[in-house]
């Protein structure tokens, strides 16, 4: 429970849904066959961080961004420009260092200059980021690769191509991809648990305090812009690190894969639909999510082959609408959870040992 | 009272919103010991007189001095850090977070440790006894892991005392600390800032409509009228001055 911050799950099926989490994805090259269940795992993973990295934002700080992909996309473009020029260990890790601390910093300019000012004008001020980001990846060829990206070649050790064993393990032939796998696998707990603890640290609480009151919480004198500016740098910091892991994971980075506008949507809704303020819930939304985005289309070409004697019903599931199933899911997330998945049942513990006095 | 060195002291104090002067020149010390009662009709100023001296408004001219300190041009942290203790006229909590929570957060801003990213909240052990004590004594305790929404209005009331109390200010003030409440609910609050009173290092600022409140607590009764100060002296003298008479009780405050 330390390791955990003191931050319990809250609900035995909270608990048992991430022990779960936990354990399929420490498990999975071994669990699950083939490459692309184990790109998907490594997908969720870095997409835990990325959501959980802006639920400190958003739901612990109550600070609406837009800019969580542009930071995502400064960790990998680090990565892919540093291992463009080839290079190994040392040039993923300056890479991602320079990612990382370019982040930081923008975050911490941007949150000074802007957020003494209202919060609306914060938000405008990340869009008008996040826009300039993805315009200067796609025009700066020179340097990014423009649309088509940057295809590089990672470190050997975790190269597809590299098998440090002779036979397999458990069944199992460790390749580059497997390891590389482990280090994300690795990357994102330590991350997560050190955002667990941040949030539960004076620090957190303070930025709650700032998210639910922040006209009292400068009364009782703590200088807010200084939390929220820090809130920001941490949160793009980590943003960097997940956009680091993705490129290395992939081995290519462009525009589309970490700055466009419908990922920033998406992570809105993994933080929102998994409950906002719980960081727990930003690990289950992130997996909820890409499971949706995977798996939605094939289980709905499924869906509309059984279907297919039925009038009306093949249309209704054709893959090509798994938008739309998508964006039902989601209305039925917010209209039965309101507060999320982790958020709704915490609540539900709650509310039997506090009944509100009306 | 004037030979004692001024905790607080407003100089022509004066703010107006677009053609309207909301404060008009208010100049005024507050001394240790003393509970200043703040009274006048609706719209006098006084509200707004009590943001000018905590930061949430800046004046228009004049100046606010806090301890030999101007603070005037210092935002509400920064004077709130010099000792300068506000509650609020409407409620003003952290809704979502637990009553003891709360508390927690104010011992937490007097100890300034609000940068401690690494070392968990529940274990800072001296800050968590202070807020356990300090719900003890606005008897609160029983409630300590509520939602602060949970709460009954005068129980909201209590925690914003004990979030008061939590800072440890020089200069407390209360903006009609009991409105709202229920008959029942009026005195444990009353009580607690009697035992503000008793530690002679402390001012007290309260805006106050209530006679009955003044009576019993204040030592002191200034009265604002059109955001001018307008009389200024021991209650009973106060009360019976004619403009007084005529600003004050000429309205019904049906506030309150």
């Keep these: 429970m330390r390791l955990l911050s003191e931050d319990r799950p809250g609900h035995w099926l909270l608990a048992a849904l991430l022990v779960a989490l936990l354990l399929v994805l420490a498990f999975a090259p071994f669990l699950l066959p083939g490459t692309k269940a184990l790109a998907v795992a490594a997908r969720i993973l870095i997409f835990i961080v990325l959501a959980a990295s802006y639920d400190l934002l958003l739901g612990y700080t109550g600070i609406v961004s837009f800019a969580q992909t542009t930071f995502f996309g400064l960790g990998a473009y680090g990565v892919a420009i540093a291992l463009s020029g080839g290079g190994g260990w040392l040039a993923l890790i300056l890479g991602a260092a320079a990612g990382i601390a370019v982040s930081v910093g923008l975050a911490l300019a941007m949150a000074l200059l802007s957020l003494r000012v209202r919060a609306i004008f914060f938000s405008m001020i990340t869009l008008a980021l996040a826009r300039f980001a993805q315009v200067l990846a796609s025009e700066w060829r020179g340097l990014t690769g423009g649309e088509d990206g940057l295809t590089f070649s990672v470190p050997r050790l975790i190269a597809p191509g590299f098998h440090p064993f002779a036979s397999p393990i458990l069944g199992l032939r460790i390749s580059g991809t497997v390891i590389a796998y482990y280090l994300i696998f690795a990357v994102t707990l330590v991350s997560f648990l050190v955002l667990l603890r941040i949030v539960n640290s004076p620090f957190g609480r303070v930025l709650q305090a700032i998210r639910e009151n922040p006209f009292r919480a400068e009364a009782l004198g703590f200088r807010t812009i200084f939390h929220r500016a820090l809130a920001s740098a941490l949160a793009a910091g980590f943003a960097a690190l997940a956009g680091a892991m993705l490129a290395m994971q992939l081995r290519y980075t462009n525009p589309d894969t970490t700055l466009s506008f419908s990922l920033m949507i998406d992570i809105l809704l993994m933080v929102v639909i998994g409950g906002m303020g719980t960081l727990y819930g930003a690990a289950i939304g992130a997996t909820v999510m890409v499971l949706a985005q995977y798996y939605l289309q094939p289980g709905l070409s499924l869906l509309a082959a059984a279907a297919r004697g039925i009038p009306l019903a093949p249309a209704l599931f054709d893959p090509e609408r798994w938008l739309l199933w998508l964006g039902l899911i989601f209305v039925l997330v917010v209209t039965f959870f309101p507060a999320g998945i982790v958020g709704s049942l915490r609540a539900r513990a709650n509310a039997a040992a506090h009944p509100p006095i009306a | ?256």
Excluded at chain 2, 51 to 65: M, T
Excluded at chain 2, 108 to 123: C, G, K, T, V
Aim: charge should be neutral; proline fraction near 4%.
């Design chain 2, 1 to 256: 009272m004037a030979n004692a060195v001024a905790l607080l002291r407003t100089e022509a104090l004066s703010v107006r919103f677009g053609g309207e002067v909301a404060v008009d020149h208010v100049s005024a010390a507050f001394y240790p010991g003393t509970l200043t009662a703040i009274v006048g009709p609706n719209g006098a100023g006084k509200t707004t007189f009590f943001n000018l001296i905590s930061g949430q408004i800046r004046a228009s001219a004049g100046e606010v001095w806090l301890k030999g300190e101007r603070i005037t041009r210092l935002s509400v942290p920064q004077r709130a850090r010099r000792g300068l203790g506000r509650a609020f006229q409407l409620t003003n909590l952290f809704p979502g977070l637990s009553v003891f929570e709360n508390v927690r957060l104010a011992v937490q801003a007097e100890a300034r440790r609000d940068f401690r990213l690494l070392s968990l909240a529940s274990d800072h052990h001296d800050l968590n006894a202070r807020s356990a004590e300090l719900l003890e004594t606005v008897g609160l305790s029983k409630r300590a892991s509520a939602p602060a929404s949970a709460l009954s209005h005068g129980d909201q009331r209590k925690l914003e005392v004990a979030l008061l109390l939590a800072g440890q200010p020089d200069v407390f003030m209360f903006d009609e600390p009991t409105a709202g409440m229920s008959v029942d609910e009026v005195p444990p609050v009353l009580d607690l800032i009697a035992a503000i009173k008793r530690d002679r290092e402390k001012a007290i600022l309260l805006v106050e409509h209530k006679m009955d409140v003044i009576r019993a607590l204040a030592d002191r009764v200034i009265v604002l009228h059109q955001g001018r100060l307008v009389a200024d002296g021991v209650p009973e003298a106060v009360m019976a001055l004619a403009v007084v008479q005529e600003a004050y009780l000429g309205s019904t405050g049906s506030e309150g």
